[in-house]
């Protein structure tokens, strides 16, 4: 899957990801040949330029920017960047883009991790970061209406006066359209859900540039098929989200997180299971295993143990609160947890919990110029601990560089393998051990993403793990939606 | 949409529903003229009696008894009547029927409420009651896996050993897979959620014949389209759900119920708002105004004060038990509830609630002979007020007997017509209050239907609701998985 068949020298329109393997390697299989891409005509980048002006670019650097994402992945970049403004842009791009069958890929922050924004059939990007408005708060129901460029910090920033907060943090910081996109999820998933259980409605623009609305702000509707859970985690393939209505929480009265450093993996996520089945409304619950915490200590200068650790939050009533906490020490101690530590003020709860979203580049930092495989396996909670321990023998055994870092509550843990780009034997030791991952997480009856999204990079896990059958279907929905194929196309499957 | 043009006396292999309507009336609109209906030829039948034995039936009354339900639509009974026992014998019956392009349509319990279950193009009624084993319990992953004909509460008796429970409980004791196609909910959705949350996967039989799985045991996944929550919803229109995984909860350490009586409806749901503000995670907030209250009463024996009541249940510890209900009673009695009961043994709880299951039987019971129009809309909390508000207004003027109950916690009410169906003109009034209610919700952001769906009854409401774009968007889903349109035709909208 590696490298170039394309000789960027002689074509200066195109070029790898800065920092990315070496030139003149052969053509990523998801990339397809350059006969085949669907790039862009000149008059329809003309045609681009006349609607768009300025806001249309076709400038090397800016294409390269957004040809590119957080995967370890490359491909050409796209023919031309298209920023749009308004839900009239994305239709009036996409209409001109259907015109000429070219593919047109929404862009958000670029956080993807599975290669969603790589022009892997050429295409023309739309940059939806300046639609970044928050449209509507309506404090009183609980739910809002925000541009799908605005991210999920920003949200927080504009809704904090309400009392209310959007639980939902990918690692990054990213835009709620891209998140909507790849149904992610994050830390607060185990007591708040996924973006599949908050996102009440959505505004998509369909690949005939008609845009339409899903959904309604009330809290459930039998009305009709699904149409907004489909368009989630679609993955840009079916439609451009350009808007997109969340449910919103009240700010708990009592926060509190703490941490508990154990023995063992295997006894943190024993600790993880009890709790859950116990039913204890546990608001956050992450695993750092002993590589990971050394890399946030070293990158935001915390003192933790580098032992495997939980990291914990609790949200309700202050005598709620301190009643699941007890619980949780109580369960913790059984299974050898010691030094369970509390962050009680605002600021050292927000350090802790920025330093767990620091983890991914943290970790990165820890092997100069390395890239991150990052697996993204959920299994049901009574398999977690098998899971993980079977996966790490695995790694250990290979000795390649590697850290864990999980949503533990929910089943879901990241296994990043730090691998060097320049050794190629290093890429297929991480994708070997990915696959073996993989196949045990289906065999555990889970899945082979929690909340990163298929993108290029797990096509076959999801026939192994849905079924043919099932793939089969979901390309006649693709084909019935996008009959020429142009969103985003080449990703979760091909046709 | 009355009555009958085909004239039974002629035809005995058609009865009109017993108790309905005048016969020699025109045909419903629903109802394909005979000409049009895709009625199984003898050698059809011949050949699922070949495959079926015993199990297939044709005898009228068997027929009658599957081609209604709880809705007051009338349509021609279905041509046959197959048991199935078996995902293969879903499969084989649909594919036997798929060659003449004849339609089939899953049934339960038969407790729709919007004429899902009604052959209004003909074709075989697929009975499900038979497919009802708890397949596989997971107590430490909280889940479980049973046959579509399982119901809701022999689901929660064959698992009580196991300190779990599933809280989703429409009125009438329906079948798990009616449940998931029709995305239901009941009184538990506030706190626990609806079908759409709750269902972790699928067995599906597709319109070809095939048997397809979707979803997994993992709490959260991002691999693919959400099939699971395009089935969860689709009304047998894209398949017959065989299988459901579920969520299940563990049964709370206290539980608490608790009435109390209001001045108005207004305060009520005003109550019922702040409520839900604050973020209390009351499990269960239930309206009954008078009318619901005095038929309970005399149903079930019970002294309730013949006034707007909530009906209330608090899930927790016994700790945070109390302090929930200590802050719900503080806010009822800002908006002059009074009469705060306690219901604190399981004897006198479930006394409570089984009355307010029956609150549907028994409102009927109240004028012998009636049929029940049943409005289902859900709107944004804050606007629950002002939409029961107009529409008692508006029937209180009309001088049709009625009653509410609602799940107002989530902003879903349902207001009941009481029509004599022997005149029209009541039905007619009915169907009117009807629709100026569903225009009033949709015009406050809302649905026209909350937990019933869409099925006969509510065509042109989704059309108000979600756009001629949406629907048809729908309709090219549908048609690329059902392109003989066999599955459950005529029902969310036409082809």
Redesign the interface.
Known sequence: MLGWRVDFRTDPGRGPRPGAAAMNAPLPSHVLPEALRRTASPALLERLKARFGERCSTALAVRQQHGRDESPLDAPPPDAVVWCESNEDVADAVRLAADEAVPVIPFGVGSSLEGHLLAVQGGISLDLSRMNRVLAV??????VTVQAGVTRKQLNDEIRHTGLFFPIDPGADASLGGMSA????GTN?VRY??M??NVLGLTVV?ASG?V???G????????????T??M???EGT?GVITEVTLRL??Q?EAVSAATCSFPSIDAAVRTT?EV????V?IARCELLDANAVRAVNRHDRLALKEAPMLLMEFH??P??VA?QAATVQAVAAEHGGEGFEWATTTEERTRLWTARHHAYFSALQSRPGCRCVTT?T??????LAQCIDESVAEVEAAGLPYFIVGHVG???FHLGYLIDPAIPAEREQAEALNQRLVERA?RL??????????GLH?MD??VT???A???A??R??????DPKNIMNPGK??TL
Chains 1, 2 share one sequence.
């Open positions: 309506q404090p009183e129901d609980l739910t790849t149904r992610a999820s998933a859900g996924t599949r259980e369909t008609e339409l609305h899903t309604t702000r009330a809290r459930k509707s039998s009305a009709g098929y699904d149409l859970r489909l989630v985690g679609s079916l929480y009240p708990p299971i859950i089945q116990l039913g409304p309700g009533s005598a709620g009643e993204d959920c299994v049901p909670i009574s398999r929910d089943g879901n289906i009856d889970g899945t082979c993403t929690g909340e990163h999204g298929i797990k896990f999801l793990e849905a079924g059958g099932a793939v279907l979901m006649s929905v693709k084909q019935a939606l979760i499957f």
